[in-house]
């Protein structure tokens, strides 16, 4: 499996591929052994980058619940004008919202529990609370997800929760540090709740911003339908639960 620490490797292959690339042409006749080196580099480059990219993607959003009446789930997610390697921190970020049929403090109580995300998010495998007490600000939960290549295993903090209003926390998963935020407010339907996730990218990956960003954007959106389907009345568990992350690339094309 890829560490962080192969961040720096992955880059280097990407730069020799780039330079082989750039030598291939002008040599071509000269030296067309070039192209030949240069194919498989620039292949494996894009495998190895591929198979990080998919790896250090978020892997989680953030008692029964009474039966409400059955609406509609709707969903936005909204585009982000943030320019490419605008910072050297390379952050992006990924927001939109869905509308529940439940009350405020139902879907509150419901997504503050991390251990309720295995009922409709087919990625987790498992979610430990490492703190004792009840769940707010300050708790940290061990939640385990599925990879292209077996498993990894990611610790959040919930920074921030204010009851019925907003859940904040952070999480590093390999070089990515992710930040954000889920709101909850009211709305004659239920319940409108909205996501802002800040991803500040390793150097290796920020080459692949946008595409990052534009998976992520299509995972969360079909992560939070998929909660508000689940809370809706009659919904079965798995009819409802989001599809694994390698079919998100299919979706996102």
Do not use: C
Not at 62 to 80: L, M
Not at 134 to 160: D, F, K
Not at 220 to 232: P, T
Request: aromatic residues 8%; positive net charge; proline residues 9%.
């Amino acid at each position: 499996m890829l560490r962080v620490g192969s961040h720096r490797w992955v880059s280097s292959v990407g730069v020799a591929a780039g330079g082989m690339g750039l030598a291939a042409e002008p040599l071509r006749f000269a030296a067309p052994w070039v192209y030949t080196v240069y194919g498989p580099l620039l292949w494996l480059w894009f495998g190895l980058a591929g198979v990080m990219l998919l790896r250090l993607l978020p892997g989680t959003a953030t008692g029964p619940v009474p039966p409400v009446p059955q609406q509609p789930v709707t969903t936005t997610a909204a585009t982000s004008s943030a320019p490419l390697g605008e910072t050297m921190r390379a952050e992006r970020a990924l927001h939109g919202s869905v509308l529940i049929a439940a009350p405020v403090m139902e879907v509150f109580a419901f997504v503050a529990d991390e251990r309720n995300e295995l009922r409709y998010n087919r990625q987790v495998q498992s979610v430990q609370k490492l703190t004792p007490g009840p769940i707010g600000s300050g708790t940290r939960w061990r939640i385990t997800t599925a990879a292209p290549v077996g498993t990894r295993t990611v610790e959040l903090l919930i920074s921030e929760s204010v009851p019925g209003r907003r859940i904040s926390s952070s999480s590093r998963i390999g070089g990515m540090h992710i930040d954000g935020t889920v709101s909850f407010r009211s709305h004659p339907l239920g319940t409108e709740l909205s996501w802002r996730w800040t991803l500040q990218l390793p150097r290796s990956l920020r080459p692949l911003a946008p595409l990052i960003w534009r998976i992520g954007q299509h995972r969360e959106a079909r992560i939070w339908a998929s909660l508000g389907s689940y809370l809706a009345p009659g919904a079965e568990d798995s009819a409802h639960r989001s599809p694994l992350p390698w079919n998100w690339i299919r979706h996102a094309n």
